[in-house]
């Protein structure tokens, strides 16, 4: 018997392994790979999404490059994340006639 079985408050919860799995994906994911990385909001209200290139990573932050410039992440911010595959190729524009 494991020690979750015997005490489901030692079984780590959702969130924990979501959360795990998560900077699993940052430490296995190469710079230039396309990802999305989900964290806490600075101020505490909500979670804001990253998606763009992995472009720099330490011990405490990843960065990563949005269509709206850099966006550094704290890795204890992070609730989630996971590679997603390259934007689609823009659309011809459509001419009047």
């Not at 909001?41 to 763009?52: E, F, H, I, Q, T």
């Not at 990563?64 to 190729?89: E, L, Q, S």
Request: aromatic content about 0%.
């Amino acid at each position: 018997m494991s020690a979750a079985e015997r005490d489901p408050a030692a079984a780590p919860s959702q969130a924990e392994i979501a959360r795990a799995q998560a900077l699993a994906v940052l430490d296995a994911a190469t710079l230039g790979d396309r990802l999305v990385v989900r964290a806490h909001d600075s101020d505490g209200d909500g979670a804001r999404d990253a998606l763009g290139d992995l472009t720099d990573r330490t011990p405490e932050t990843v960065t990563v490059a949005t269509r709206r410039g850099p966006v550094t992440v704290r890795r204890a911010d992070v609730v989630a994340a996971k590679p997603v595959p390259p934007p689609p190729p823009p659309r011809p524009r459509r001419t009047a006639g």
